[in-house]
């Protein structure tokens, strides 16, 4: 029918990720992103080997709040493959960024994977804006455990007492 959107059509998008925690670089890339999907699932990764600086609850509240008047973006949890993730959830999409020639090496082999194993998900790749490129949740770690003032990378509204 023309005009009517089925739920199999909708275009869902999952930004997988760890957010440990959120910057403004992870901000822009959604808000960047909102007008291409019908719904954006900010997907935090569990990964059991992996020690993380904030806690899970902590990385969803402050995801949460920045898209609170954000009616597409939702904000979850995986413990699965991401692929395997996307099916369940009936995302065809998957959300990156990219900022720099190792983000694209590096996406690029995770991205053909990511096809073969999600049965032709795509993944949606977009370029940094210049004055994000060098923001990652790494740097923000880095000033905090140095007892710097992590504000000027983190979006409008988390404040990270040091
Ligand atoms: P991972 O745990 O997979 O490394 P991150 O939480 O570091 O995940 O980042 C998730 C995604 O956000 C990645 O695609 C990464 O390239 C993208 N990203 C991170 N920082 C920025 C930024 N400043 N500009 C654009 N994309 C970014």
């Not at 925690?21 to 909102?34: D, N, Q, S, Y």
């Not at 291409?36 to 402050?62: C, H, P, T, V």
């Not at 995302?91 to 090496?105: C, H, Q, V």
Request: aromatic share 10%.
């Amino acid at each position: 029918m023309v005009g009517t959107k089925m739920p199999n059509d909708m275009k869902i998008a999952v930004f997988p990720g760890s957010f440990d925690p959120f910057t403004k670089g992870h901000e822009e890339l959604v808000r960047r992103a909102i007008p291409l999907f019908d719904k954006i699932i900010i997907a935090i990764g569990i990964n059991s080997q992996k020690k993380y600086l904030f806690s899970l609850e902590q990385r969803m509240e402050w995801i949460e709040k920045v898209f609170d008047n954000a009616p597409t973006v939702e904000v979850d949890t995986y413990e699965k493959l991401t692929a395997h993730y996307c099916n369940d959830v009936g995302a065809k999409y998957l959300l990156r960024g990219l900022r720099n020639a190792s983000d694209f090496d590096y996406e690029k082999t995770i991205s053909q994977l990511n096809a073969m194993v999600g049965d032709g998900l795509e993944t949606v790749f977009l370029i940094s804006e210049p004055q994000y490129s060098h923001f990652s949740s790494t740097i923000v770690r880095e000033i905090i455990k140095g007892g710097g003032d992590p504000s000027p990378f983190l979006p409008r509204g988390i404040e990270i007492k040091n």
